[in-house]
């Protein structure tokens, strides 16, 4: 996970909407509904995908269901990646890019603080990280990777 430069974001920006000021910015709806241009902040990964996450106050860092593929284009890469291609998700949907489900805590546990990854527990309720060394998670806290496809067997997908 990194900041958001010119040096990190693999994605060609230069040919859209998505730059300003030396800026990542992306036009989607957000939590509401209503389209707005939200900024990248950090960058998850590098190959074969790279996502992007918007922070959001609290200190959450929401990952966009849109990725890059940096491989090769001779491989089929160097395109934009819609994670779910097939599938309508609006923003009352729970696999929506600004709910719980796609938070970069709550799905890969991670934080960042002084230029380095660590891995802790969030607090279940919010999603939001726990940097308080007095309250430990236990696993039954921590979300489970069958979350997303028990979350689709219960809507009938």
């Known amino acids: 996970m990194q900041e958001a430069s010119e040096g990190t974001v693999l ?7 998505f730059s300003k000021d030396g800026r990542f910015l992306v036009r989607t709806d957000g939590p509401d509904g209503k389209f707005a241009d939200l900024e990248i902040t950090y960058t998850f990964g590098f190959t074969p995908l790279q996502q992007y996450l918007v ?7 929401q990952a966009l269901s849109i990725a890059w593929d940096s491989r090769p284009s ?9 994670l779910y291609p097939n599938e309508r998700i609006d ?7 600004t709910k719980r489900s796609q938070n970069c805590i ?24 726990n940097s308080s060394p007095q ?23």
């Open 135 to 157: 309250i430990r998670a236990s696993a039954m806290d921590m979300p489970s990777p069958y979350a997303v496809p028990a979350a689709r067997a219960r809507r009938g997908r």
């Open 74 to 82: 001779e491989q089929g890469g160097q395109r934009r990646f819609h």
């Open 11 to 17: 994605g060609d920006f230069h040919d859209s909407e």
């Open 91 to 97: 923003h009352q949907d729970e696999l929506h890019w």
């Open 106 to 129: 709550t799905a890969w546990g991670c934080c960042r603080r002084g230029g380095r990854i660590f891995r802790r527990p969030c607090l279940p309720s919010s999603g939001r990280r």
């Open 55 to 61: 922070g959001f106050p609290g200190g959450r860092l």
